[in-house]
């Protein structure tokens, strides 16, 4: 069983970084594909960023690309979510999950394709 622990949120001024890390136990994620998704208040939980267990491959949702990096550190078992050039509309839960297949299925924005997920942390971009 894998435990995913999620920390490095916060409160931060817009235009701000924060970075966001993704503890795993239980066992070694390194063959793992990992993800991050976002829920906002009022809304359904939504796909971020995707990285494949060698970290060779990444995947963004549109409107974080070009600010936010995912990446990883197998030997830690830690993944890894830099966020940069941040604006209110980021304010949302992060949540990491985590897929026992090593490449991202095509579908790697779908919530139903992880089957493990941390309990979240927040995130709070002020204007």
């Known amino acids: 069983q894998v435990q995913l622990v999620e920390s490095g949120g916060g409160l931060v001024q817009a235009g701000g970084s924060l970075r966001l890390s993704c503890a795993a136990s239980?066992?070694?994620?390194?063959?793992?594909?990992m993800g991050w998704f976002r829920q906002a208040p009022g809304k359904e939980r939504a796909f971020v960023a995707a990285i494949s267990w060698s970290g060779g491959s990444t995947y963004y949702e549109d409107s974080v690309n070009g600010r936010f990096t995912i990446s990883r550190d197998n030997a830690k078992n830690t993944v890894y979510l830099q966020m940069n050039s941040l604006k209110p509309e980021d304010t949302a839960v992060y949540y990491c999950?985590?897929?026992?297949?090593?490449?991202?299925?095509?579908?790697?924005?779908?919530?139903?394709?992880?089957?493990?997920w941390g309990q979240g942390t927040q995130v709070t971009v002020s204007s």
């Open positions: 239980g066992r070694t994620v390194s063959t793992y594909s």
């Open positions: 999950a985590a897929n026992d297949r090593r490449y991202p299925s095509p579908t790697y924005y779908r919530k139903g394709e992880y089957g493990y």
